[in-house]
């Protein structure tokens, strides 16, 4: 059992950066894919970023290209989220999540994985 604890979010102004922490444990923090999901009200959960168990491999929504970092150190059991250039867009709950197979980049396969509570993430204009 992986549990997920998010970190890192609050209120910005539009422009802004943030960089969001998820820490792990109780699993094998390593073997897996992590990424970042944020939800909106009234809109579907969406993933943001992935990254493969190594760090090798990453992906991003074409919404967040270019803005948004993610990386991760196996070392601390932690993924992390980077956010520059922030938008009021931007405003959801940000969740992390586990993947027990695949390269990060499917949102699918963190369904039957591990997630955390969420962390607040508002920009505002």
């Known amino acids: 059992q992986v549990q997920l604890v998010e970190s890192g979010g609050g209120l910005v102004q539009a422009g802004g950066s943030l960089r969001l922490s998820c820490a792990a444990s109780?699993?094998?923090?390593?073997?897996?894919?992590m990424g970042w999901f944020r939800q909106a009200p009234g809109k579907e959960r969406e993933l943001v970023a992935g990254i493969s168990w190594g760090g090798s491999n990453t992906y991003y929504a074409d919404s967040v290209k270019g803005r948004f970092t993610i990386s991760r150190d196996n070392a601390k059991n932690t993924v992390y989220l980077r956010m520059n250039s922030l938008k009021p867009e931007d405003t959801a709950v940000y969740y992390c999540?586990?993947?027990?197979w695949g390269d990060g980049s499917s949102s699918s396969r963190y369904e039957d994985g591990y997630w955390g509570q969420g962390t607040q993430v508002t920009v505002s204009s």
């Open positions: 999540a586990a993947a027990g």
């Open positions: 109780g699993g094998t923090f390593s073997s897996y894919a």
